[in-house]
C-alpha cells in the first residue's frame, strides 16, 4: 500500500523559510520520479517541484531560486526546502509521483506566508 505523508508546513512571514518533508512508502519512491505540488485557495493543484531517481531536478517558474528539493533514498524522503516566501505561496502542499497518479495524494500540509 502506497503511502505519502507530508509534514512541516506551518505560518511564517514574508521572506522566512519553512523545510517541508514527504515520507514514502512502498517501492513508489525508489522508482519514480517525486515532485511537490500545491493548491492555493481557488487555484487548481501545480506542480511546484520534480526529482528524477538520478536527482535532476526542475521548478516551476514562479519559485526558482527560491525553493530546492531533495530526496534521501536512504529514508524514502523527498524534502522542499522553501527560502524568501511570498504570501502568494501561501496554499497546501502536496507529494506525489510525477506525472501524479489520483490514489497517492495525501493530507498535503498547509503552508501560509502572512505578516
Known amino acids: 500500500q502506497v503511502q505519502l505523508v507530508e509534514s512541516g508546513g506551518g505560518l511564517v512571514q514574508p521572506g522566512g523559510s519553512l523545510r517541508l518533508s514527504c515520507a514514502a512508502s512502498?517501492?513508489?519512491?525508489?522508482?519514480?520520479?517525486m515532485g511537490w505540488y500545491r493548491q492555493g485557495p481557488g487555484k487548481q493543484r501545480d506542480m511546484v517541484a520534480k526529482i528524477t531517481t538520478d536527482f535532476s531536478p526542475t521548478y516551476a517558474d514562479d519559485v526558482k531560486g527560491r525553493f530546492t528539493i531533495s530526496r534521501d533514498s536512504a529514508t524514502n524522503t523527498v524534502y522542499l526546502q522553501m527560502n524568501s516566501l511570498k504570501p502568494e505561496d501561501t496554499a497546501v502542499y502536496y507529494c506525489n509521483k510525477w506525472p501524479p497518479l489520483d490514489d497517492y495524494w495525501g493530507q498535503g500540509t498547509q503552508v501560509t506566508v502572512s505578516s
Open positions: 512502498g517501492s513508489i519512491f525508489r522508482l519514480y520520479t
